[in-house]
């Protein structure tokens, strides 16, 4: 009997160890599939913190194929990120004041609409204006998009492209800060009855960090502009650095003869 009872134990002990460690795995598959909600404050203290959130988003924007971001890929390339950077600004403090800006990615994406036979797109999104949108417009493909990319508002516009013949004809989608939304574009122009889709885009330049990765190394570009910025900036001085465990600084012409700043250096 005393026997019995051991055993009886053991299968208990062993069977609340076995249902405690399948909780983690569970978590970390809904982990994986759920999307980022990037913290972005513009009330964060620590500048190189919010630089580090932006650099990634611009980077990860530049070079992913994914339309929406996960949140462990975000995560873990902006720890990368993060360190490389971190030592850059330690070894030129000078750095530190440059700043890579908020929203560099417009979370809009204006569509131009065809205006024949295609009430439904016209009607519905004319008439929702700043107002969080459930519904459908009875066009399969447009709605499919809106539902699987988290279509959060849309605004009827009045703004006429030089191109455009017809009126009333664009709107604005607004979505989630993981939907890289240059790569969304190319889904809704697919469809035949949106004329163009484009995102909305920053007026004028300022100062930025701009990184690039090549074989496990960080290359960044801190460019410093004044002038006339909100016209696009007069002047821009340019720092090149990289990062492979040590830091290190390059002049332009050395920065253009190695093949981690090919893809963000300018020509």
């Known amino acids: 009997m005393k026997n019995n009872l051991i055993i009886l134990i053991i299968v208990l002990v062993i069977s609340i160890s ?15 599939l759920n999307t980022f909600s990037l913290i972005v404050s513009k009330t964060d203290p620590m500048l ?3 630089n580090a959130i932006e650099i990634t988003k611009d980077y990860l924007f530049r070079t992913s194929d994914n339309i929406i971001i996960i949140n462990s890929q975000f ?14 600004i330690i ?18 994406l204006r569509l131009t609409l065809e205006q024949t036979g ?11 204006s700043n107002t969080t949108v459930n519904f ?4 399969s493909e447009f709605d499919n998009l809106n539902s699987k990319y988290g279509l959060i508002s849309t605004t009827s516009s009045s703004y006429q492209y030089s191109h455009m013949d017809e ?54 570009i801190f460019k410093i502009g004044w002038g006339d910025c909100p016209s696009g900036c007069i002047y821009n001085k340019y720092y090149y650095a990289s990062y492979n465990g040590t830091v290190s600084f390059h002049t332009e012409s050395e920065a253009k003869s190695l093949i981690g700043f090919s893809s963000i250096i300018t020509p």
């Open 18 to 32: 076995c249902g405690n460690s399948s909780s983690p795995n569970t978590e970390a598959n809904s982990e994986e």
């Open 48 to 50: 190189k913190s919010s």
């Open 75 to 88: 995560m873990s390339i902006k720890l990368e990120i993060e360190n490389a950077y971190n030592q850059i």
């Open 91 to 108: 070894s030129d403090n000078t750095l530190s004041s440059i700043y890579h800006p908020m929203a560099n990615y417009s979370h809009y």
């Open 118 to 128: 295609y009430d439904p797109i016209n009607t519905v999104l004319n008439a929702s």
């Open 136 to 139: 459908e417009t009875g066009l």
């Open 167 to 220: 009126p009333n004809s664009s709107c604005l989608l607004y979505f989630p800060h993981n939907i890289n939304i240059n790569k969304l574009a190319k889904s809704y122009e697919s469809l035949e009855y949106i004329k163009y889709a484009s995102p909305i885009a920053l007026i004028g330049n300022s100062s930025s960090i701009i990184a690039s990765k090549y074989n496990d190394n960080y290359y960044f």
